[in-house]
Each structure stands twice: as structure tokens, then as C-alpha cells.
């Protein structure tokens, strides 16, 4: 089995609590199933072929909260640590980890943090499920 890289980091990026993506292990590529769109028909035939896919990570496995403290821990120590830790320890901890980011130019910073953890999960699930990655 093999997928393309790129394919399996889009997916991941794009999961939230209402996209899922699966591998089609006889295609091999990544399929999304979106709720409430109409895709019914995906949906079912991945629920009628369960043995057919796998199921890429949810929105729990990637953990998007836990990249931003990541990203925080990895800053050198008094760079904004502890404004950007106290930020994300309350209601709506994403728009102010995004604010103070900005605020502090800190924004590409954890662009580039965060692609790099994406692509890193993305290999790791590949490589867990003996999937050949095609970084062409």
C-alpha cells in the first residue's frame, strides 16, 4: 500500500468534528467523509467495506490543543511562554493563542510548528499501518 504525503497532511488539516478521512486500501487514496454534506453514499459504502479502509486520526488523536503547548514549550524560556500559556488556559484558548501569536509575531513561527507536526503525525500514522509514503 501507498499514499502521497501531501494527501494524508490535507486530510489531517482538514479534520475537524465533522470531516473523517479514511484510507481506500484498493485505491490508495484518502477518502473524507463530511456530515451533513451530501456524501451518504461515501459513508455507506465505507461502512458496508469497513475491512476496505482505515481510519485516519480524529480531531482527539491530533490534538490540536496539545500542538499549541507544544509550540509554547519550544519557544526559549521568557519569549511570550507564559502570556501564550496563561492565553490558551481559558474560554476560547484558540482565537487567543492566534491573537497573542499575532501580537507577538510569533504567527509564522507556528505555522511552520504546526506543519511540521502535522507532517510528522501523518508519517507516524503511515508508518503504524504499513503504508508506503510517495513524497512525489
Not at 13 to 30: G, L, P, W
Not at 54 to 73: C, R, V
Request: one cysteine or more.
Amino acid at each position: 500500500m501507498e499514499v502521497k504525503l501531501d494527501e494524508v497532511i490535507d486530510a489531517l488539516e482538514s479534520t475537524d468534528d465533522e470531516t473523517h478521512s479514511y484510507y481506500n486500501r484498493d485505491t490508495e487514496k484518502v477518502e473524507m467523509v463530511i456530515e451533513f454534506v451530501d456524501n451518504e453514499d461515501l459513508a455507506e459504502k465505507i461502512e458496508e467495506n469497513y475491512e476496505h479502509y482505515i481510519k485516519l486520526p480524529d480531531n482527539y488523536e491530533i490534538d490540536a490543543y496539545g500542538m499549541m503547548a507544544d509550540f509554547i514549550d519550544s519557544l526559549p524560556a521568557g519569549d511570550h511562554q507564559d502570556q501564550l500559556a496563561t492565553g490558551i488556559g481559558g474560554r476560547g484558548a484558540f482565537r487567543v493563542f492566534r491573537q497573542l501569536a499575532d501580537s507577538f509575531g510569533l504567527t509564522q513561527q507556528w505555522y511552520d510548528f504546526q506543519t511540521a507536526a502535522y507532517k510528522r503525525l501523518a508519517i507516524e500514522w503511515c508508518a503504524d499501518n504499513d503504508i508506503v509514503i510517495d513524497e512525489t
